[in-house]
């Protein structure tokens, strides 16, 4: 069974189209990092996901039950949506002791979530001292509450130093292979490769790719960064590579070729044919951000042109 | 809807928040009872009243509501305090983005919303005790240092003591329902309390001037009617029954819009 199911999921708020006809499945079990640009949809489909807001069209189910009856699942699911939201002035504890009380569960349970995210000692003070990784880390104790079959969590590590990432990380592991399904959305692509066993990519509130994070990283391509040793060889290298049947790209007096990793010595030895020495001959490998800014695109005003020509309409 | 009762006391129970709260209550008695007694020390007549107040006459001052004259007369400041809690009560929730997490877990709307509203009665009720403790405790003193009989104060003190709180509790919480009513609607405390203390200072007056009757049936006049228990514009059950009508009002308005409109802050 899917832990999350949708059909033609589509959400409009006026003329912008939120998500669009989104037909996916994801796997019960594991952690799956859902990706996108801002105002890709991600949110949107949480919130749907969530009974917040409703379809335009289409249908979704969570956890084998329709979205149009979330109360269904509430209590096998956690979130932590948008920014982590408590009342200011109560302590953590009461905070997650009205969420407690609002699901029905023990108090104890508190004292579990609060250990889990390490604020054990620091659940007296009121939320409003806290910093934002310490908000962080209580939405995150808010979101397991209910010891969730599916936990939904949007940008989880915000806020939180280089350590938080790394142990919060290893919790939606655990969690992960648990048997749990956890969903993580993030602008975090290092952190999504690093925590992921599967990915969806989301952009326009269109799904761009769904599938494990292995099958996505096998798109990857190296290229071979060059650099004659005196600059006033870098035209004369350019010719001889590209003379050499390889596609090169300049940038000041670096040449970027388009070749795996193996080509390094034909690179050297066509280098040397053309009388030039190498300074540095360097193998870049992609990383999940270049894959994911080649399929959303890479700026703003890049993504601005694409939704204007998705729309039919003018560029910038 | 016991869950979200007992959730909601927890929120609710701020130190900081119920202070506030309690003390504008009591600090009205006060101050309603320390002009009304300090006018008739004065050798004054008492005026009619002023936007808000709706003082009482020298007889029913003499008489056994004397000592619970002050909130009765104070009813209406008292129901712009408790509209103001009401709506920052249920406007915070938005404001605070609290709302995404509490729908989310509770899904059935219409009891987020019902448990809400028991909860603030409760809180309505021991507001109401503090402003009737109050206001007895000031009434007490002030009325002796104006030199006005007490003699018939102590006559069926429970009866009158029980009837003046239950209609200014009853009078409270239909001021709390508009408040929530005006929060849900607009999401924002603000733009809520600015529109109850505006509909109860400007539009009203102007309302009750440019139409005659009309304070048979207006919002502020019918609970000032309610919370004394009847008076010359309105009777007490026609006071009892339009304010029903607009606590129905109000709700229906408030879960309608509560349980269908999308969670977007």
């Known amino acids: ?316 | 809807m016991t869950a979200v009762l007992r959730s909601e006391l927890v929120r609710l129970g701020r130190p900081r928040m119920l202070a506030g709260w309690f003390g504008l209550m009591g600090l009205f008695a006060v101050m309603i009872n320390t002009v009304m007694f300090g006018t008739v020390s004065a050798g004054s007549e008492l005026p009619p009243g002023a936007p808000g107040v709706a003082l009482p006459d020298l007889a029913t001052l003499t008489g056994p509501d004397g000592p619970v004259a002050g909130v009765a007369a104070a009813s209406s400041i008292f129901g712009v305090v408790t509209l103001s809690f009401w709506a920052v009560a249920v406007a915070g929730d938005y404001s605070s983005g609290l709302i995404r997490l509490l729908v989310s877990a509770q899904p059935h709307r219409w009891r987020l919303l019902g448990g809400k509203v028991i909860a603030l009665m409760m809180m309505t009720a021991i507001a109401t005790t503090v402003a009737a403790v109050v206001s007895m405790a000031v009434a007490v003193p002030s009325a002796q240092a104006a030199g006005i009989s007490t003699s018939a104060w102590g006559t069926d003190l429970p009866p009158t003591v029980a009837a003046a709180w239950l209609n200014t509790f009853a009078a409270l919480c239909v001021w709390g329902v508009l408040g929530l009513a005006l929060a849900v609607i607009t999401r924002s405390s603000a733009i809520a309390i600015s529109a109850g203390v505006g509909y109860l200072l400007v539009v009203e007056s102007l309302v009750a001037r440019m139409l005659d009757g009309s304070s048979h049936w207006l919002l502020g006049s019918t609970l000032t009617a309610l919370a004394r228990g009847g008076d010359a514009s309105l009777s007490y059950p026609a006071a009892v029954g339009l304010g029903l009508l607009y606590v129905v009002v109000g709700l229906t308005l408030a879960t309608a819009i509560f349980t269908r409109r999308d969670i977007t802050d």
């Open chain 1, 1 to 316: 069974m899917s832990a999350i199911s949708t059909a033609g999921l589509t959400r409009t708020f006026g003329p912008v189209t939120a998500v669009d006809h989104l037909t996916l499945d994801l796997p019960a079990s594991g952690v799956i990092g859902l990706v996108g640009p801002n105002g890709s949809g991600k949110s949107t489909l949480i919130r749907l996901l969530l009974g917040l807001v409703r379809p335009t069209h289409g249908t979704a189910s969570v956890l084998g039950w329709s979205i149009s009856s979330p109360a269904a699942y509430a209590h096998r699911v956690g979130a932590l949506i948008e920014s982590p939201a408590f009342v200011p002035g109560l302590s953590a504890r009461k905070n997650l002791l009205s969420l407690v009380r609002l699901r029905g569960l023990r108090p104890d349970r508190v004292d579990e979530v609060l250990a889990i995210v390490g604020l054990a000692g620091r659940d007296a003070e009121p939320v409003k001292n806290f910093s934002l990784g310490m908000k962080q880390r209580l939405g995150i104790a808010a979101a397991l509450l209910p010891d969730p079959e599916l936990l939904i969590l949007d940008e989880p590590t915000n806020g939180l130093d280089p350590a938080g990432i790394v142990e919060i990380r290893g919790l939606l592991r655990g969690l992960g292979e648990s048997g749990r399904t956890v969903v993580v959305s993030s602008h975090l692509l290092a952190e999504i490769e690093a925590a992921c066993d599967y990915v969806v990519v989301v952009r326009f509130g269109e799904l761009i790719f769904a599938g494990p994070i292995a099958e996505l990283m096998a798109r990857t391509r190296s290229h071979i960064d060059v650099r004659a040793e005196r600059e006033t060889d870098t035209d004369r290298l350019h010719g001889a590579l590209t003379a050499a049947g390889w596609a090169v790209t300049r940038s000041g007096t670096e040449l970027r070729v388009a070749t795996e990793a193996g080509g390094s010595a034909d690179i050297n030895r066509a280098a040397a044919a053309a009388g030039v020495t190498l300074s540095s001959i360097v193998i870049v490998q992609d990383t999940l951000e270049d894959i994911f800014l080649e399929m959303t695109g890479t700026t703003d005003g890049e993504l601005a042109d694409r939704r204007a020509a998705a729309n039919g309409g003018t560029a910038r």
